[in-house]
């Protein structure tokens, strides 16, 4: 069995312990066999559990296709939409939004998640573009900044406004208390953002070549860049809407699974893929599980778990996690 | 010889700077054809206006007696395939992944590759005498080995016209023999009409077999290695004086003895 072959089957094995673990496991552990004898049991189990594990598989799978999308184009291994301050837009949208006055129902949360992603993406090309076009540095550069810049004032409306409680989820990540109607936005949004990267995996393959030898080649620019940020948008937002602004997720599994399975943007679409629900699912279990009657705040861990694995990489190379 | 491509009146810049200014040429098919001249002379940017990167500022490139223009993206790579001079691999990637890059001007629809893909690639790779090589990753290939490599990607795309942009610049003696006669092989085995940038006088005067000189923007000479390197032309363009030898077995022209102008006049 190939290198790719044993990693893609242990990254289905990790995905199917992890939503096992989501599903059934937490404060209180459920038995399996609930699932089919009615009482609380499985109401909570169909009711509350199912759409949270569902949520937590397809965000991690949104933000860890998303990364890798705009890593590829970017030609840029740490650009990431937390990064470029997308997620973070859509976050400040959600809660001056939520402030306001806005009921913040799944569309409403959408509506909002995409204006603020898409003006926050705008705003970061336009601090980017240099001379002839967009200067990859100051895309990485700009976003940063404007990344923590947002950030600071969302914290800061959110306190002055005596919301941060309110906004918990938002502002710190997590799937407490989501419900069918986010699970069918993100569906919607898992569909658009995988049907499109999967039907032009071949053309974003390319885009990784340098920009001479890609329009060498006959493809076409203007049309990639297009999808390339509706897909962005779409994964960010609804992300963001759903389970707030989560970041490492987009940048470092990416990186991860490239690490162990080199390969070009089409090989590690799939396993990419994979890997973000797992440990996005692995993830939301910790949260919820480890410390009784407490929602750890799921961005840290998130980050923590990331981090841990990104110096692990960044440490000892590749020699500790061969296959 | 039957022309496969022709530079029509054509203007040619980068934004509001003309560097080629009313120029006229025709491409023979079936032949390598040397683009020379000093840097800063023109030949990158007429060799991208004539693979369609840039559009011209006036005047009109025809391929196949039909405007390059109305070619889209993909007919285009098609009918040429392009090196450049500084090609990037992504990080992780086979030869073979690299190679099959080259489909995509014929590919349709989802993109899959398709038997006669894989076929095409197979055979590209063994060209350039990579098959050993093929599960290699890019970046772990020495430069020779990589521009073939690159060579094997362009090859892919079965396309009747390839441009190349001082393909040896980056290599070392063999590997530019090798990448030349690989050339050469190219061109007779797979008759593939072959347009080359190269600094070497010498080498385009033995692998080339046109040779077409640029100086300030301006085609200044253009014909057999034989009728193109004279004196006067070695002065005017690259101020340069030189002894003119044909080689006793290829019949081409060779420079020995090279000295700037400047020094010759002290």
Redesign the interface.
């Known amino acids: 069995m190939t290198r790719r072959g044993r990693f893609n089957l242990l990254v289905t094995g990790l995905l199917l312990v992890a939503i096992g673990l989501d599903l059934f496991g937490g404060a209180h552990w459920f038995s399996p066999l609930s699932v089919i004898s009615p009482g609380t049991s499985q109401a909570v189990l169909l009711g509350m559990r199912f759409p949270r594990t569902l949520c937590a598989l397809m965000v991690g799978a949104l933000l860890a296709v998303g990364g890798l999308l705009l890593q590829?184009v970017s030609h840029n291994?740490i650009a990431d939409p937390s990064i470029l301050g997308i997620n973070a837009g859509a976050t400040l949208a959600l809660v001056i939004g939520g402030v306001s006055g806005v009921a913040l129902t799944v569309g409403h949360a959408a509506l909002l998640a995409l204006i603020g992603a898409g003006l926050a993406y705008v705003i970061v090309l336009l601090l980017a573009v240099a001379g002839t076009g967009v200067d990859p540095l100051r895309l990485l550069l700009g976003g940063t900044v404007f990344s923590g810049f947002i950030s600071c004032l969302t914290y800061a409306i959110s306190v002055v406004t005596n919301t941060t409680q309110a906004f918990r989820n938002l502002l710190i990540g997590g799937f407490s208390g989501v419900d069918y109607g986010q699970v069918s936005l993100l569906a919607v949004a898992t569909v658009i953002v995988v049907g499109l990267t999967w039907?032009n995996?071949?053309?974003f393959?390319?885009m990784?070549?340098?920009h001479?030898?890609f329009?060498?080649?006959?493809?076409?620019l203007p049309v990639l860049w297009g999808l390339t940020t509706i897909v962005i948008m779409v994964a960010a937002a609804s992300s963001v809407a759903v389970a707030g602004n989560i970041g490492f997720v987009g940048l470092g599994v990416p990186q991860l699974v490239?690490a162990i399975i080199?390969?070009?943007?089409k090989?590690n679409l799939g396993p990419t893929l994979l890997t973000g629900a797992g440990f996005m699912t692995l993830a939301d279990f910790c949260v919820k599980g480890f410390v009784a009657g407490t929602e750890l705040p799921l961005a840290a861990l998130s980050a923590i778990i990331g981090g841990i694995a990104l110096f692990g990489l960044v440490a000892f190379g590749q020699k500790v996690i061969r296959l | 010889m039957s022309t496969i491509m022709a530079v029509q009146h054509l203007s040619a810049g980068y934004g509001r700077t003309t560097i080629i200014n009313d120029q006229t040429l025709t491409i023979e098919a079936g032949v390598i054809t040397g683009l020379i001249g000093p840097n800063g002379s023109g030949k990158s940017t007429l060799l991208n206006v004539m693979n369609g990167f840039r559009a011209p500022l006036a005047g009109r490139v025809l391929l196949k007696d039909r405007p390059l223009s109305t070619f889209n993206h993909k007919q285009r790579a098609a009918e040429i395939a392009c090196l450049t001079q500084h090609p990037v691999a992504p990080e992780g990637i086979t030869v073979a992944e690299l190679v099959s890059y080259g489909r995509y001007c014929h590919s349709k629809g989802l993109g899959w590759l398709r038997r006669r893909d894989q076929i095409s690639v197979t055979e590209a790779i063994s060209t350039v005498h990579l098959t050993a090589f093929k599960d290699t990753l890019v970046s772990e290939l020495s430069g020779g080995q990589r521009q073939r490599a690159f060579i094997a990607m362009t090859l892919a795309q079965n396309s009747p016209i390839m441009m190349l942009d001082e393909p040896t610049t980056y290599l070392d003696l063999p590997n530019q023999l090798e990448t030349l006669a690989l050339l050469r092989q190219l061109n007779q085995v797979h008759k593939k009409t072959i347009i080359v940038v190269l600094h070497d006088l010498n080498q385009a005067a033995t692998y080339c077999d046109q040779l077409v000189c640029m100086t300030q923007g301006r085609v200044n000479a253009v014909g057999t290695p034989k009728a193109v390197l004279t004196h006067e032309l070695l002065a005017t363009a690259f101020h340069v004086s030189a002894d003119i030898e044909l080689n006793a077995n290829t019949q081409r022209p060779q420079l020995t003895n090279c000295q700037p102008m400047a020094a010759v006049a002290q």
């Open positions: 590829t291994p039907l995996r071949a053309s393959t390319l990784a070549l340098d001479e030898t329009k060498g080649l006959g493809a076409s490239n080199p390969g070009s943007f090989q």
